[in-house]
């Protein structure tokens, strides 16, 4: 079995899914637009740039994507993709790349479990939550 995160964006899926790579690093392995796919004579000629698809791999997983009709765009809400990383450098730079021009929820610091963890929606709106794999430092 594979669970794989299906982000929905209201026209900014292809800069969403861009920014993610630089990000997280991985490849864009598709970003199909409404326009190039079997959907182009359905889909009014305005709306025929956004993504119909997308998807970035990431090492042995995958992060989804797609523009949805504005008509039925709803902000996330109920869930936060969670992104664990080997070391809390690595998970603080993570960090502060989603915080750029988007909104903490919880500062990226210590806590009991491990040593940084943090949560963060980022400027496309989806929310976050980044830790790191390694253990608490103890004092």
Same mark, same amino acid.
């Given at each position: #079995? $594979?669970?794989? +995160? /299906?982000?929905? *964006?209201?026209?900014?899926? $292809? +800069?969403?899914? /861009?920014?993610?790579?630089e990000v997280f690093g991985g490849r864009i392995a598709? #970003?199909?637009?409404?326009? =190039?796919? +079997?959907?182009?004579?359905?889909? &009014? &000629? /305005?709306?025929? =740039?956004?993504i119909v698809h997308a998807s970035l791999l990431l090492g042995e997983h995958e992060l989804l994507g797609a523009d949805v009709m504005p008509e039925d765009y709803r902000p996330p809400s109920g869930f936060f993709v969670l992104m664990s990383f080997p070391d809390a450098g690595q998970a603080t730079r993570? *960090? +502060?790349a989603l915080a750029?021009?988007? =909104?903490? $929820?919880? &500062? *990226?610091?210590?806590? *009991?479990?491990s040593a940084g963890f943090g949560v963060v929606v980022d400027r496309f709106g989806t929310p976050w939550e980044i830790g790191c794999e390694q253990a608490e430092v103890s004092g």
């Open positions: #079995m $594979r669970v794989s +995160a /299906h982000l929905c *964006f209201d026209g900014q899926c $292809r +800069a969403a899914f /861009h920014f993610y790579q598709s #970003m199909l637009s409404y326009g =190039e796919s +079997a959907l182009a004579q359905q889909t &009014p &000629p /305005h709306l025929r =740039e956004r993570v *960090f +502060a750029q021009r988007g =909104e903490i $929820r919880l &500062p *990226f610091q210590p806590s *009991f479990w």
